[in-house]
Structure formats: structure tokens, C-alpha cells
């Protein structure tokens, strides 16, 4: 197969020089870090100092076909906190051959997909969190009419350089009902998917060897209002703590998920509800709740604001749908909670409105699905909604001025209650929980010559009333120059100032941008935790040294 | 390692004779409704096609301070901009009333499996792309303030060229 799209890319290379209609697309990124021993922070510097993540990519379409490769290295070892998988790795991680016409799209080889929200099927990649859970093996999609589409897949999760042993396949369908139905008022859309999981029991029969999970979705806009609804039931499959079959029963798990919003010029409101009851989905059952997300096939992000600075990024939610029945550990059956976001502009005219004022709220709430467990017959029952254990909650509002045309600002105030559990590892909803309350200050500065001034200023006070005060107190500070909008320089520092050791976590640093090519250095302290994107954690642990990243496209 | 030389050779081959075409990819719009890359510039007037995300604080500062001046562009240029979320399932619901809360005259369109984003190598957010005739002219990535001036610049240049 790789031969075969090796061969297919250079004959369209040869054919395109001849032809002069194809084109070539791609990147380059590099992403590289030099480790220094701290001893202020706990920091002993591996012996594998030098960590690089590398990754070329090229593209080559012509006509109706594109085909596509991408060489990664992990030399000499990846970056730290990364999965071991990677480490030392280098080859070709992924290629595809694709032929798409009006009707038809198929792709050979490593593809991307998402079903629906993508809680029954989602592949993607992610490289500062090193993921990619790419399928290998065939999607076709067929589009007969507008109205309607329908998309299969079949193949294997990219593990590493290798594929996973269970094999998967799909099939979602989608409907716009209005656009058949001819429905003016209202656009309506249903969908469907199906995705199962093959994976040998070895013998043994009290092991389901196909697991199928089944989802209907439907979305509808009406005037200004917005939503949908999308709910999946999976079949009863072993549960897994620790790549060990934890008990002797099967479990079935099922995801809800609804949205409903309004929108009108100068007012947005959108509003979520999930729940999430033994959902996890891996295409290797031993590898359920791996802490690198390996092989996972589904997204299930914690859905709430993702914040953007050094000292709201403390304390983070990371969803929790797994279903933990061993006698060992703090049972649990998944979580339910919702969030509701609201957008706001003052009109032009009004006095709020001269100052470009623009307000953005957020709040969100997550707990643990309430439910007995019964150990003796290894059954539970939950509760729809139930009062369970609250994991997390969040209430945030931002508050942004235009100035003038040389003065902008952002204030924001946070106040985040977070389950210990949640932050620092071990049982849920049993150890306490952290409040804290977090103020940001941000104010930019514009000059001539595309020069410009940026400062942030943020205090983070801990609820020193509670069990857990875990670090205390901590007040940071950004400044950040751009010396034009190619050449940004920055310094940063979150002193956690009643912590131990009152450390200062620094850094420094600066970014060129030229054209398709961005160079990034920057030297400090990185604070160990939860580093998330999209809702998805990785663990970092504290370290200190150089980091630098080159991003080339082309 | 054999490999990488090889690779290097082939990579700088392919970058000679690329053509800056825009990728071919279907997307979505805030309806809903399937649409493609290649409808997005058909003819001699500069498009501006911006990647960002409901997370990212620089795309949004890029995207309001260009609102905030975005009928004066588009009085002198004829520009139209089209604000590309690679937003995941995460946030992509946020998009919408986002949009509207902050009264953006954006076309907005929504890339949820990111096969855009791929498709033109944004490794970050935000990347702005100019484009002409299907044809990618300019491209930057990130956003610091007063950055929009120089993109308008840009603009200016590439509609007058014609």
C-alpha cells in the first residue's frame, strides 16, 4: 500500500512537470527543546537533554486526485511528557492517496475523520499534545445529491508507527431534511452513524469480540434560534483499569449531548448539556483511560471555556466519562454538566458602545453521575441528572474597551471550584475540592509603524477556608513588545509568592514571522500539570530549559 | 535517518515548482450548507480567508480590530474577508454566537475536521491568507496589534496589480 501511493506520488510528480496543472502543498514544523537542571524547582535534567518533534508534510494534486505523506522524526528523544511511544521514532507517519469528484471522495491510506460531534468517531491530530489517531485503511464517501451524504469507513488506529490491533469500521449518514422536503421556515438536518470495533477475545468467550456503538443526530436552525441534539448508545463491553479486565461484567455506556442557542446581531448565547455514562472508546480494549490517549477513537473534550492565560490555565477540567467498578478504587460512572456562554456588544451609539465595549460570559458546572453500587452482584444504577460529586465549576466574564485608536483592554474575572482529584490525580469527588478566584488585567498599547506595547497583569487568590489550599496565592505578569508585525519580543512570570520555595516560574523570549515561515525561541520555567488543547490534557511535568519551533509552509 | 536526505531533496524539488493555488476543500457555513475552497475567489478582487478559533485571544484581536474598520476596506477595495474556524466540536458551537455577539460582517465558515487547515499547513492560528484568483498571494501567520494596517497594505497592492 505504501509502495503503491509512493509510486502514485511520484508519477503525478513526473506527469505534473509535463502537464504544469497539479500543485504541491505542505509544511514543516520543528519543535525542539534543550533541558536545563533546576534545582529551585525539584528539576533534575534528564539524561536525553536534547528532545526534538519533527514534522514534513507534502501534498501533490492534480485533477481529481491528491496523494499526500508525512515524515516525522523523534530524535533523539520527544519532547518531555510525550508518550514513549515516540521516542527515538522516526519514518513515515502517514500517506494517503485520495480521488474526489462530484460524487465521489475516496481516500487510500491515513485519513482524518468526525462523525457528528465526534463522540462515537473521531480521528485527529494533535502535535502539542502527540496525538494522532489517523484510521489506515479506506473511507469513501458518496454525496449523490446535495441533500444527502454518506460515509464509510474501515481500518485500523494509528499507534505510533504502528497500527492498533482492533479494527474498526463506520458508517454515517446525513439528511438536509429542509432541502428535501423543500422547508423554508426552519432548516432541519438528521444523521446517523454506526461504528464497531473487531478485536480477537483470544478464546476467551466472556469477551466481547465486536463491540458496536449506534448514534442519531438532529439540528435545526430556526430564525435566530440554533441547536441540536445527539445521543449514542454503545454495547456492553468489559471494563478496563490499568490494561486489566477490572470486572467480571459488561457494561454498556451511552452519551447525550444538546445545544441550544440564540443569535442576533450584537447578542450570542449558546448553552450545552452532556452526559456521558461509561463512554470511553479505544480501539484496543486494554488501553481504556491511557493517560497519552493512545488509540483512542472518540472525543470527548470537557466543554468549557478554554482560557488563555498563565494563571486561569492552573486549574483545568479534563472530562471524566469512564466507569471505574473496582474494589480497589473510588467508583464512579461517568459525569453530566453544561455550560452556557453568552456574547455581548453595546450598541455604537450608546455610551458603553463609544469605548467598544464587548462583554463575554461564560459558566460552567460538571459532576460525577450519582450511583449505588452494588459490588457483590457487580451492578449500578445511576440517576439522569442526580447530585453526584461536583467536579468543576466555572464562572468567567471578560470585559473589552476600545480606547481609542491607540488604547485597548481587556478585564476578566474568574472564579473556578475544582475537584482535587480532577487537578492532581487519585479518587474523585472524595478528597476536597480548590476554589479560587482569578483577576486579569490586560492593556495594549498601539504606535506607529505597526509598533505596539502589550501588558498583563493577574492575581490568583486561593479560598484559604477550604482543606485544600493546594498552592496559594499567585500573581503573574506579562510584557510583550512588537517591534513590528514580523518581530514580537515577550518576558512573562507567574511568582507563586505563597507557595513553597516562592517559586517564579519565568520565561522569556521572542517570534520572527516572515511570509509562510515562523521562528519562535524562548527560554524559562514551565509549571507542571495539564497542558490542553481542544478540552484533551496531557501531563507536563516541571521542567526548565530552551525551547525552540520553526513552522514553514508552503 | 537514510531517508531524511532524500526526503529533504524531494521536499525542496516540490517547493520550486509550487504553484500557490489554493487547496481544494469542502467546508461548512454557520447554515450548515457544504461549500468549497475554490468558490471562495473566482475572480480579480482580493479575498482575505482568516483561520482562527473561538479559543485563540490573537485571532479574535486580528478579527476585531479589522471589523472595526472592515467597511472602510471594503468601500476602497472591494475585499471580502471569510473568517475560517478550525474550531473542533469543542467550540464550534461557540462560533455562531460568537460571530454575532461581536457583530462581525464576516462570511463565516467552519472547518470542524480541520482538513483546511491541513490542506494550507497552518500549524498555528491565526494564518491569513490573501488570495486572488484562486491563487494564494500573501500569507501571515500570528497576530500582533496594529498588524491589520500592514495586511491592508497588502491588500491595496495585490487589487491594484491586476
Known amino acids: 500500500m505504501k509502495k503503491l501511493i509512493l509510486g502514485a506520488f511520484m508519477f503525478m510528480g513526473a506527469v505534473s512537470f509535463s502537464q504544469d496543472n497539479g500543485y504541491f502543498f505542505g509544511g514543516l514544523e520543528s519543535n525542539s527543546q534543550w533541558l536545563m537542571p533546576d534545582e529551585k524547582i525539584g528539576f533534575d535534567a534528564p539524561d536525553d537533554r536534547f528532545r526534538s518533534n519533527n514534522y514534513v508534510q507534502f501534498n501533490y494534486s492534480l485533477g481529481k486526485f491528491t496523494a499526500g505523506i508525512q515524515y516525522e522524526t523523534y530524535l533523539p528523544t520527544a519532547l518531555l511528557g510525550y508518550s514513549p511511544t515516540w521516542d527515538n521514532q522516526n519514518g513515515i507517519g502517514t500517506y494517503y492517496l485520495n480521488f474526489k469528484n462530484e460524487t465521489l471522495d475516496i481516500t487510500g491510506g491515513y485519513f482524518y475523520e468526525q462523525f457528528g460531534n465526534g463522540l462515537i468517531l473521531r480521528t485527529w491530530e494533535d502535535r502539542q499534545l502527540g496525538i494522532n489517531n489517523a484510521m489506515k485503511g479506506l473511507r469513501v464517501k458518496f454525496t449523490p445529491t446535495a441533500n444527502i451524504g454518506i460515509t464509510g469507513v474501515y481500518g485500523q488506529i494509528r499507534n505510533g508507527f504502528d497500527v492498533s490491533e482492533g479494527v474498526m469500521q463506520g458508517l454515517d449518514a446525513n439528511a438536509d431534511l429542509s432541502g428535501l422536503l423543500n422547508i423554508d421556515a426552519v432548516e432541519l438536518s438528521l444523521g446517523a452513524s454506526y461504528v464497531g470495533r473487531y478485536q480477537s477475545n483470544g478464546g476467551n468467550d466472556s469477551i466481547p469480540a465486536n463491540i458496536n456503538a449506534y448514534g442519531g443526530r438532529l439540528d435545526f436552525v430556526a430564525n435566530n434560534f440554533y441547536g441540536g441534539i445527539e445521543a449514542i448508545t454503545k454495547d456492553p463491553d468489559v471494563i478496563v483499569t490499568e490494561e486489566v479486565v477490572s470486572s467480571p461484567q459488561l457494561f454498556d455506556g451511552t452519551a447525550l449531548q444538546v445545544n441550544l442557542g440564540y443569535a442576533q446581531k450584537g447578542l450570542g448565547i449558546n448553552s450545552t448539556f452532556r452526559r456521558l455514562e461509561n463512554f470511553s472508546f479505544y480501539a484496543d480494549r486494554y488501553q481504556e483511560g491511557n493517560v497519552y490517549n493512545e488509540q483512542i477513537v472518540n472525543y470527548v473534550p470537557a466543554l468549557t471555556k478554554q482560557h488563555d492565560y498563565l494563571l486561569s490555565n492552573i ?140 501588558m498583563e497583569l493577574q492575581h490568583l487568590w486561593i479560598d484559604k477556608r477550604r482543606k485544600n489550599v493546594d498552592d496559594k496565592n499567585w500573581a503573574a505578569g506579562v510584557l510583550e513588545y512588537n517591534l513590528n508585525s514580523a518581530f514580537t519580543l515577550y518576558a512573562a512570570d507567574a511568582w507563586n509568592y505563597e507557595g513553597e520555595g516562592e517559586i517564579h516560574y519565568y520565561s522569556f523570549g521572542g517570534g520572527y514571522t516572515k511570509g509562510p515561515a515562523r521562528f519562535a525561541l524562548n527560554y524559562g520555567r514551565q509549571r507542571g500539570g495539564l497542558i490542553c488543547v481542544g478540552g484533551v490534557c496531557r501531563f507536563v511535568p516541571t521542567n526548565t530549559g530552551l525551547t525552540a519551533n520553526l513552522v514553514v509552509t508552503f | 535517518m537514510k531517508k531524511l536526505p532524500l526526503l529533504l531533496l524531494a521536499l525542496v524539488t516540490f517547493s520550486v515548482i509550487a504553484q500557490n493555488d489554493l487547496p481544494k476543500v469542502d467546508m461548512t457555513t454557520l447554515d450548515g450548507q457544504p461549500i468549497n475552497s475554490n468558490d471562495l475567489s473566482i475572480d480579480d478582487n482580493v479575498v482575505v480567508i482568516s483561520l482562527w478559533a473561538t479559543w485563540c485571544v490573537p485571532c479574535i484581536k486580528e478579527l476585531d480590530a479589522i471589523s472595526e474598520i472592515y467597511p472602510d476596506w471594503q468601500a476602497e477595495t472591494n475585499v471580502k474577508l471569510y473568517a475560517v474556524s478550525i474550531d473542533d466540536s469543542r467550540g464550534v458551537k461557540r462560533v455562531k454566537p460568537m460571530v454575532n455577539g461581536k457583530g462581525w460582517d464576516y462570511t463565516v465558515l467552519l472547518d470542524t475536521n480541520n482538513d483546511f487547515k491541513r490542506a494550507v499547513g497552518a500549524a498555528t492560528v491565526p494564518l491569513t491568507l490573501l488570495v486572488k484568483n484562486n491563487q494564494i498571494v500573501y500569507r501571515h501567520s500570528g497576530y500582533s496589534p496594529g498588524a491589520e494596517m500592514e495586511l491592508y497594505e497588502k491588500i491595496k497592492e495585490f487589487s491594484a496589480a491586476n
Not at chain 1, 458602545?353 to 449500578?380: D, H, I, M, R
Not at chain 1, 442526580?386 to 466555572?394: C, E, I, Q, S
Open chain 1, 315 to 454: 486549574y483545568v477540567y479534563n472530562a471524566q466519562p469512564r466507569l471505574l467498578f473496582s474494589d480497589s478504587e473510588k467508583k464512579r460512572a461517568g459525569e453530566v454538566g453544561g455550560q452556557v456562554d453568552v456574547y455581548y456588544s453595546f450598541d455604537k451609539e450608546s455610551f458603553l458602545g463609544k469605548v467598544g465595549t464587548k462583554l463575554a460570559g461564560n459558566f460552567s458546572y460538571w459532576a460525577g453521575l450519582e450511583a449505588t453500587f452494588n459490588s457483590e452482584e457487580q451492578t449500578y444504577d445511576t440517576k439522569f441528572i442526580g447530585d453526584g460529586p461536583r467536579y468543576f465549576r466555572d464562572l468567567n466574564i471578560e470585559v473589552k474597551n476600545r480606547w481609542s485608536s491607540k488604547w485597548s483592554s481587556i478585564a476578566t474575572f474568574q472564579d473556578v471550584i475544582i475537584d482535587k482529584g480532577v487537578t492532581e490525580g487519585g479518587p474523585l469527588g472524595e478528597q476536597g475540592d480548590i476554589r479560587a478566584q482569578i483577576a486579569v488585567i490586560e492593556g495594549t498599547r498601539k504606535f506607529e509603524g505597526g509598533k505596539a506595547l502589550r
